[in-house]
């Protein structure tokens, strides 16, 4: 993502948040009247609105738009077969790829694209808006590791896909936490987190298996798309434009 729409559109999403966690404590508006589950919605949903508003912004390609679509809608399509299985399904392992080969932005696109697509099939619903905030951040964060560490080894991203098994879940726990427990404690917080650890484990290990088979090929898939998306033309020689001219004489 840009660094110069994020340098003030970061602080303003901030001052969003800052400013309904004081609303809804001081106990005298219509904020305040929220349980946790309806505010905590409300500030992913502001996420994912300055997020979109960044890339909107952005001078992203006609070609970046299309990959990140066609990206997106694979990430989707191979989430629905697997829907049978708890937790274990290839969105994330695509999401982060996408966002280790293209960078940051793209893979936060990705991400939240495949959520939102795949549950045109699997049903939309509250959960939603997490799905695309989790994934859209492991996208984001495999852009941010691929800058950190450009040679980064096999072993590693199979830690990398393993730590987002468990990040995705530990995020759309959190959802469910402030959405359906009661009251909100540490220790209902302890239960719920332990009522998914098998679920998260599920996924990890999956993650870890598609790219343990299918990692290497897919990331050679899409890096030579990206060469080609990066290729440039050199501009034409004054003889060249005069052959032109004359051919369409």
Same mark, same amino acid.
């Given at each position: 993502?840009?660094?110069?729409?994020l340098r003030?559109?970061?602080?303003?999403?901030?001052?969003?948040?800052?400013?309904?966690?004081?609303?809804?404590?001081?106990?005298?508006?219509?904020?305040?009247?929220?349980?946790?589950?309806?505010?905590?919605?409300?500030?992913v949903?502001?996420?994912?609105?300055?997020?979109? =508003?960044?890339?909107e912004?952005?001078?992203?390609?006609s070609?970046?738009?299309a990959?990140?679509?066609?990206?997106?809608?694979?990430a989707?399509?191979?989430?629905?077969?697997?829907a049978?299985?708890p937790?274990?399904?290839?969105?994330?392992?695509?999401? *982060?790829?996408?966002?280790?080969?293209?960078?940051?932005?793209?893979?936060?696109?990705?991400?939240?694209?495949?959520? *939102?697509?795949?549950?045109?099939?699997?049903?939309?619903?509250?959960?939603?808006?997490?799905?695309?905030?989790?994934?859209?951040?492991?996208?984001?964060?495999?852009?941010?590791?691929?800058?950190?560490?450009?040679?980064?080894?096999?072993?590693?991203?199979?830690?990398?896909?393993?730590?987002?098994?468990?990040?995705?879940?530990?995020?759309?726990?959190? =959802?469910? =936490?402030?959405?359906?427990?009661?009251?909100?404690?540490?220790?209902?917080?302890l239960?719920a987190?332990?009522?998914g650890?098998?679920?998260?484990?599920?996924h990890?290990?999956?993650?870890?298996?598609?790219?343990?088979?299918?990692?290497?090929?897919?990331?050679?898939?899409?890096?030579?798309?990206?060469?080609?998306?990066?290729?440039?033309?050199?501009?034409?020689?004054?003889?060249?434009?005069?052959?032109?001219?004359?051919?369409?004489?």
């Open positions: 993502m840009r660094e110069s729409g003030w559109r970061f602080p303003l999403f901030l001052s969003v948040v800052t400013v309904l966690l004081i609303l809804s404590i001081r106990g005298d508006n219509s904020v305040s009247g929220q349980n946790w589950g309806l505010l905590s919605a409300e500030i949903a502001a996420a994912l609105a300055f997020l979109y =508003w960044d890339f912004k952005s001078t992203a390609s070609r970046e738009i990959v990140i679509a066609v990206l997106g809608a694979i989707a399509v191979g989430r629905v077969p697997f049978v299985l937790n274990v399904q290839p969105t994330t392992f695509i999401v *982060i790829i996408s966002g280790f080969v293209f960078g940051p932005r793209a893979g936060f696109m990705t991400g939240s694209t495949a959520a *939102i697509v795949a549950n045109l099939f699997l049903g939309q619903g509250p959960w939603t808006p997490w799905q695309m905030f989790a994934w859209g951040l492991a996208g984001a964060t495999a852009g941010v590791l691929k800058s950190l560490y450009p040679r980064i080894g096999r072993r590693a991203m199979v830690i990398f896909h393993i730590a987002w098994g468990y990040l995705f879940g530990w995020i759309m726990n959190l =959802w469910f =936490w402030t959405a359906f427990i009661y009251p909100l404690n540490w220790q209902s917080f239960a987190y332990a009522a650890f098998w679920f998260d484990t599920f990890a290990l999956g993650n870890a298996v598609f790219y343990l088979l299918f990692g290497a090929g897919f990331t050679r898939i899409l890096t030579r798309f990206r060469r080609k998306l990066e290729a440039s033309y050199l501009p034409e020689t004054p003889a060249q434009q005069k052959n032109k001219a004359q051919g369409d004489m």
